[in-house]
């Protein structure tokens, strides 16, 4: 059924980066997309991007790039998203999260599992 | 970006109770909507897939329907767990987007 567990929360200075890990565990890794999104207190979903599963290719929300990079090591089987430039507005959870579909070109996708969370805090 | 709108925002009901909740995307999506419960503290669980298939280890209370633009998650016969917030999450087209959410509580 696979399991991601993420790293610890980040408490971080306005203009720092940080970066999320995301161990992956249960499925082949190498054979799904991976999708990073995150949740501001008390407000909806928020995508902020994926990347395939070789790694070698990313796509991110407008919103996002070049603040954004998103990253693998199939070594590991983890995933990672590194987001600088920090600013309060960006407190929030943040979770990785497996693709998956239905097998068939242009078909639907979903998100399952998901990771349990991170939490970043930005406050000086 | 394509815009989910879900209604209604909170929604008040008793154990037991039928509820559906509605989730409207600002253009034709086909089927490519999913829904997701979202308890105080944890990670969202996807509920349904493709507009109306029930994930593995859902209960069958859960079901939806829809396709185009308006789509709907019925819970039927409300059990005390399902007073949670959820989500609908459009994969039509990149970035992907979700709905505000929908606060379902005891009445």
């Known amino acids: 059924q696979g399991q991601l567990v993420q790293s610890g929360a980040e408490v971080k200075k306005p203009g720092a980066a940080v970066k999320v890990s995301c161990k992956a565990s249960?499925?082949?890794?190498?054979?799904?997309?991976m999708h990073w999104v995150r949740q501001a207190p008390g407000q909806s979903l928020e995508w902020l991007g994926i990347i395939n599963p070789s790694g070698d290719s990313t796509n991110y929300a407008q919103k996002f790039q070049g603040r954004v990079t998103v990253t693998r090591d199939t070594s590991t089987s983890t995933v990672y998203m590194e987001l600088s430039n920090l600013r309060s507005e960006d407190t929030a959870v943040y979770y990785c999260?497996?693709?998956?579909?239905?097998?068939?070109?242009?078909?639907?996708?979903?998100?399952?599992?998901w990771g349990q969370g991170t939490l970043v805090t930005v406050s000086s | 970006d394509i815009q989910m709108t879900q209604s209604p925002s909170s929604l008040s009901a008793s154990v037991g109770d039928r509820v559906t909740i509605t989730c409207r995307a600002s253009q034709r999506i086909n089927n490519y909507l999913n829904w997701y419960e979202q308890k105080p503290g944890k990670a969202p669980n996807l509920l349904i897939y493709t507009a109306s298939r029930l994930q593995s280890g859902v209960p069958s209370r859960f079901s939806g329907s829809g396709s185009g633009t308006d789509f709907t998650l019925t819970i039927s016969g409300l059990q005390p767990e399902d007073f949670t917030t959820y989500y609908c999450?459009?994969?039509?087209?990149?970035?992907?987007?979700f709905g505000q959410g929908t606060k379902l509580e005891i009445k």
């Open positions: 999450q459009q994969s039509y087209s990149a970035p992907q987007t």
């Open positions: 249960g499925f082949t890794f190498t054979r799904y997309h």
């Open positions: 999260t497996r693709e998956v579909n239905a097998a068939v070109a242009g078909a639907n996708n979903w998100f399952d599992p």
